[in-house]
T-cell receptor, first 116, second 115 residues
Framework: GAGVSQSPRYKVAKRGQDVALRCDPISGHVSLFWYQQALGQGPEFLTY????????KSGLPSDRFFAERPEGSVSTLKIQRTQQEDSAVYLC??????????????FGPGTRLTVT | AQKITQTQPGMFVQEKEAVTLDCTYDTSDPSYGLFWYKQPSSGEMIFLIY??????QNATEGRYSLNFQKARKSANLVISASQLGDSAMYFC????????????FGAGTRLAVHP
């Protein structure tokens, strides 16, 4: 069955370039999360969508980070004027609003961003 | 503050033996959930087991069990009969009910299973 997919899997950007990372959630999943995972660390929450509404963007580290989900399915995380500290793996996860009480999140394989 | 602490950066275990990975948490929210995820070198986070704060019994999923001690705020993962394929990073995470169910992760524990 189709899980969460992300593209590209790897991205190398020169400092100052803009990048766009794509997430295709599991069909029918209402909730979508973006996390940032720095090398050797656990993932950290960036932002949350319920359908097309961005309900929580408290984890976005700066105004260079922007996320959208215009039709309530595919989401794009955009980083403008990339900096070296943006180098990380960006994970996308989706979930149904309620499943077995756990609200289990299904993760994609991530996009590894390297800023040189 | 809501926080997950994993104090073991690395652990190793002999194949077929059991291993316990430690996790402590801090929250004032009475309703929360605790997860363990496995992250192999491929990078994908694989769900292992879940424990709700109101669950009376410890969760079990095959070879995985969660030793939930609410008063001590600990949620240790026990892997029985370790296999070589269990070698990976393991993350403990907490779901906060008031935060749109986002997850807060610990720093992880790298498990190495030796033959």
């Amino acid at each position: 069955g189709a899980g969460v997919s992300q593209s590209p899997r790897y991205k190398v950007a020169k400092r100052g370039q803009d990048v766009a990372l794509r997430c295709d959630p599991i069909s029918g999943h209402v909730s979508l999360f973006w996390y940032q995972q720095a090398l050797g660390q656990g993932p950290e929450f960036l932002t949350y969508f319920q359908n097309e509404a961005q309900l929580d963007k408290s984890g976005l580290p700066s105004d260079r980070f922007f996320a959208e989900r215009p039709e309530g399915s595919v989401s794009t995380l955009k980083i403008q004027r990339t900096q070296q500290e943006d180098s990380a793996v960006y994970l996308c996860a989706s979930s149904l609003p309620r499943r077995d009480r756990s609200y289990e999140q299904y993760f994609g394989p991530g996009t590894r961003l390297t800023v040189t | 503050a809501q926080k997950i602490t994993q104090t073991q950066p690395g652990m190793f275990v002999q194949e077929k033996e059991a291993v316990t990975l430690d996790c402590t948490y801090d929250t004032s929210d009475p309703s929360y959930g605790l997860f363990w995820y496995k992250q192999p070198s491929s990078g994908e986070m694989i769900f292992l087991i879940y424990q709700g704060s109101y669950d009376q019994q410890n969760a079990t999923e095959g070879r995985y069990s969660l030793n939930f001690q609410k008063a001590r705020k600990s949620a240790n993962l026990v892997i029985s009969a370790s296999q070589l394929g269990d070698s990976a990073m393991y993350f403990c995470a907490m779901r906060i009910s008031g935060g749109y169910n986002k997850l807060i992760f610990g720093a992880g524990t790298r498990l190495a299973v030796h033959p």
